[in-house]
T-cell receptor, first 114, second 112 residues
């Protein structure tokens, strides 16, 4: 059974710091991995999607890497800003699932202090 | 705005009530999902509809009843819920061949 774990559960950093969020998964048979952002009481916004054949994806100050064989992904946020404060979720899409369902981690709650 | 709209945003109901959650997308997507997000727990997939057919029911109690009348609309009918069903219910959609899920803002449900 696929399980996704995110460490740390919560993180507080001063503005301007570079930071790394971690995601691990137990079964390397995945189609892709996605990172989402969730603001309090809101839905999820997709940030980056990495296909299983890819090693990383970049969007602005965000860079996500994937090491499928070791079951790990990282989300790197450069020059953090207070507006980056949110919960960050990673999710994998297992191979062999017709419905395209995602298995989510519990998230990392990020607080960036001005 | 993600193009996926959920109503109502907030709902308080008693255990004997019947209510429905609504999800609407005008993105031309052909797959729609219901997820449950409880406090301090990962999102749990409840139902998946593809081309208006239910393709997955993730062992959800029968007090939750989904309906997908067309590819743009998805409902979750609720009856005789329990307090532990209180959670944020999220709807998502995905296009044919697409990889990303687009989520609505959710319905925050409280069962008293």
């Amino acid at each position: 059974k696929q399980e996704v774990t995110q460490i740390p559960a919560a993180l507080s950093v001063p503005e301007g710091e570079n930071l790394v969020l971690n995601c691990s998964f137990t079964d390397s048979a995945i189609y892709n991995l996605q990172w989402f952002r969730q603001d309090p009481g809101k839905g999820l916004t997709s940030l980056l999607l990495i296909q299983s054949s890819q090693r990383e994806q970049t969007s602005g100050r965000l860079n996500a890497s994937l090491d499928k064989s070791s079951g790990r992904s990282t989300l790197y946020i450069a020059a953090s800003q207070p507006g980056d404060s949110a919960t960050y979720l990673c999710a994998v899409r297992p191979v062999g699932n017709q419905g395209g369902k995602l298995i989510f981690g519990q998230g990392t709650e990020l607080s960036v202090k001005p | 705005e993600t193009g996926v709209t959920q109503t109502p945003r907030h709902l308080v109901m008693g255990m004997t009530n019947k209510k429905s959650l609504k999800c609407e997308q005008h993105l031309g997507h052909n797959a729609m999902y219901w997820y449950k997000q409880s406090a301090k727990k990962p999102l749990e997939l409840m139902f998946v509809y593809s081309l208006e057919e239910r393709v997955e029911n993730n062992s959800v109690p029968s007090r939750f009843s989904p309906e997908c009348p067309n590819s743009s609309h998805l409902f979750l009918h609720l009856h005789t819920l329990q307090p532990e069903d209180s959670a944020l219910y999220l709807c998502a959609s995905r296009g044919r061949g697409g990889e990303k899920l687009f989520f609505g803002s959710g319905t925050q449900l409280s069962v008293l």
